[in-house]
Structure formats: C-alpha cells, structure tokens
C-alpha cells in the first residue's frame, strides 16, 4: 500500500522536525532525486510503487550519479542542492527521509536496496545492519 503524498511529507517533517510541510517535501525530493540515480531495475521500480505518486516520479527520474556515492557524499551531494544547508543539516534531511522511505519499503525491499548502494547505508536510512 502506497502512502498518500500528505503523509509522506507528514512523517519526514516530524523526523526532521522541520517548521513547515515545503520544507520536508524539499528535502524529501532532493534525498529522492540522489537516492533514484543509486538504484536500478526492480529495486527502484518496487520502491517507486511503494512511494507517493509525485515522489516515485522523482525516484525514477533521477539526477544523474556518474558513480556510486559513499554516504558521505551522499550527504554533501544533498547539502549542495538544498539551500543553506551543512553536512550536518544534510546528514539530518537524508536520515528524516530515508528513514521514512524505509518504512515505506518494509524490510525485505529495503535489504535489496542497501545491496545495490555502498556500505554504510544502512544508517542512514536508520536501520544498521550487523555484520
């Protein structure tokens, strides 16, 4: 089952804890538009139907990634394409986000996406995985 558009925004902007819904939607497209151009095939096509409609666009539409980024430039690549953001509100945006796409995804999807991404993922769609 999908989430609605609203809800999706709802979650990611109390995760965040951000001040207003533009705000965590911003977030939200800009985490997606990265997170899209990591994924391929199935993986994407199944979390991009798991997705709100105009966010499952976004994912399968993606910012072009010449290579795979490390989650920690993951976090500069969406501090450098959200307005006024640090690392370390860029770190908070993509966790807020990821975290919300992984609930969305529901466990075995999400151990499918981690596959297709670089190591230390995991954190940040906050589900650490034990090696």
């Known amino acids: 089952m999908t989430l609605?558009?609203?809800?999706?925004?709802?979650?990611?902007?109390?995760?965040?804890?951000?001040?207003?819904?533009p705000e965590a939607d911003r977030a939200a497209r800009v985490v997606?538009?990265?997170?899209?151009?990591h994924l391929?095939?199935?993986?994407?096509?199944q979390l991009a139907?798991?997705?709100?409609?105009?966010f499952a666009l976004i994912l399968l539409n993606p910012l072009q990634s010449a290579e795979p980024l490390s989650?920690?430039?993951?976090?500069?690549?969406?501090a450098?394409?959200?307005?006024?953001?640090?690392?370390?509100t860029a770190t908070w945006d993509v966790s807020a986000v990821l975290s919300t796409v992984a609930d969305a995804a529901g466990d075995d999807l999400l151990e499918q996406i981690l596959l297709q991404?670089?190591?230390?993922?995991?954190?940040?769609?906050?589900?650490?995985q034990t090696t």
Request: hydrophobic content about 45%.
């Open 4 to 21: 609605r558009c609203e809800a999706f925004v709802d979650r990611v902007k109390e995760r965040g804890e951000y001040g207003s819904s």
């Open 32 to 37: 997606l538009a990265l997170l899209g151009a």
């Open 40 to 45: 391929v095939g199935a993986v994407r096509a």
């Open 49 to 54: 139907a798991r997705l709100p409609e105009a």
């Open 71 to 78: 989650p920690e430039r993951f976090v500069r690549a969406t």
């Open 80 to 88: 450098a394409w959200i307005e006024g953001a640090t690392e370390q």
């Open 117 to 128: 991404l670089p190591a230390g993922y995991d954190l940040l769609f906050g589900h650490p």
